[in-house]
């Protein structure tokens, strides 16, 4: 059974940075796409970035560009997203999840078939 567990959010002032954690339990997140969604209140989940397999490839939403970056720990069996230079937009609750076998990195919230319960990220201005 697959299960996924976000950790790292919390309350920031605009222009902080935060790291959120993902820990994946039943696969090994290096055999599979990974990648990590937001949802704001009022507003449709978007894709904010992805790792492939293995790590050889990344993919970012142009709104996080420059300042996002996505990772993989393979010891520790959990990827990681660095927020940096956070803006109040970014307030959202995030989500990581996990992707197909072999995948490379991609954007398409329908081709993800896990997903862990999120993580709040509020940033004041």
């Known amino acids: 059974q697959v299960q996924l567990v976000e950790s790292g959010g919390g309350l920031v002032q605009a222009g902080g940075s935060l790291r959120l954690s993902c820990a994946a339990s039943g696969r090994t997140v290096s055999r599979y796409a990974m990648g990590w969604f937001r949802q704001a209140p009022g507003k449709e989940r978007e894709f904010v970035a992805a790792?492939?397999?293995?790590?050889?490839?990344?993919l970012y939403a142009d709104s996080v560009k420059g300042r996002f970056t996505i990772s993989s720990d393979n010891a520790k069996n959990t990827v990681y997203l660095q927020i940096n230079s956070l803006k109040p937009e970014d307030t959202a609750l995030y989500y990581c999840?996990?992707?197909?076998?072999?995948?490379?990195?991609?954007?398409?919230?329908?081709?993800?078939?896990?997903w862990g319960p999120g993580t709040q990220v509020t940033v004041s201005s």
């Open positions: 790792i492939g397999w293995s790590g050889h490839t990344t």
């Open positions: 999840a996990q992707g197909r076998f072999l995948s490379s990195a991609h954007s398409r919230t329908n081709e993800y078939d896990y």
